[in-house]
């Protein structure tokens, strides 16, 4: 066997062991004659998988029982359009474009509502972070929202911006775990899991429950309402379940 050294942003590399403890757990998980990929998600034996994970995250970034984390699908790129879909209540968000990925979130809430771009390095490749410490924040912005680590460019934001009160939103997808992170400090923060924690095909989302409604712009597929998730455990549908299992392991 040879293994190289990946230094691929994502898909990434996985922990030896937690391969070497799947390749094990493949045929028979833990005495129950079945692998992870062909159990149902509605079994008891899912459940324990989903809820430790979940429970073990929680552990590890010291999320507050007034946060919801959900493990859904479509990639960090749906979440570009979800976040508008739902938290763009008066129809504004301000965006501070530092890369390729805030581009796509900023050029997506088009779509949904007034977003507005308060800052941007695009003048300069984005080769840095924009000093974001007094930003025309606009009044009746939803949110703000930002791209933490820019995985093409490699900048990150080393302190937050100052959003005067309003709500921080914020795409993690390649600094996710790498670092201690308060979350409390946001209202939504999610990731794609391939770069950090496990296979392509999860998207963590951690939302402060205040912000999970049923008020989301008319028009908003089920799929796509965080309520829908949430009220769910993240089982609405069958989820991304060995992906789960894996993110568990690494956790
Ligand atoms: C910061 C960031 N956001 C979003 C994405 C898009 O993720 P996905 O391919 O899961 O939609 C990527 C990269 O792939 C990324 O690096």
Known sequence: MSRVYNFSAGPAVLP???????????????????????????????????????????????IPDDYEVMFLQGGASQQFAMIPMNLMKNKVADYIVTGQWAKKAYQEAQI????????????????????????????????????????IYG???????????????????SCFLSEPMDVTKYGLVYGGVQKNIGPAGVVIVIMKKELITEDVIPGTPTMLKYKTHTDAHSLYNTPPAYGIYICGKVF
């Open 112 to 151: 949904y509502g007034k977003a507005n771009k308060i800052a941007s390095s695009e003048d300069k490749t984005f080769s840095y972070i924009p000093d974001c410490s007094d930003l025309p924040i606009s009044p009746d912005a939803d949110y703000v929202y930002i791209c933490e680590n820019n995985t």
């Open 155 to 173: 900048t990150k934001f080393k302190t937050l911006p100052n959003t005067k009160g309003k709500t921080l939103v914020s795409d993690v997808s």
């Open 16 to 62: 030896e062991e937690v391969l070497k403890e799947a390749a094990d757990e493949m045929l028979d998980y833990r005495g129950c004659g079945m692998s992870v990929m062909e159990m149902s998600h509605r079994s008891k034996v899912y459940d324990d998988i989903i809820k430790t994970a979940e429970a073990d995250l929680r552990s590890l970034l010291s």
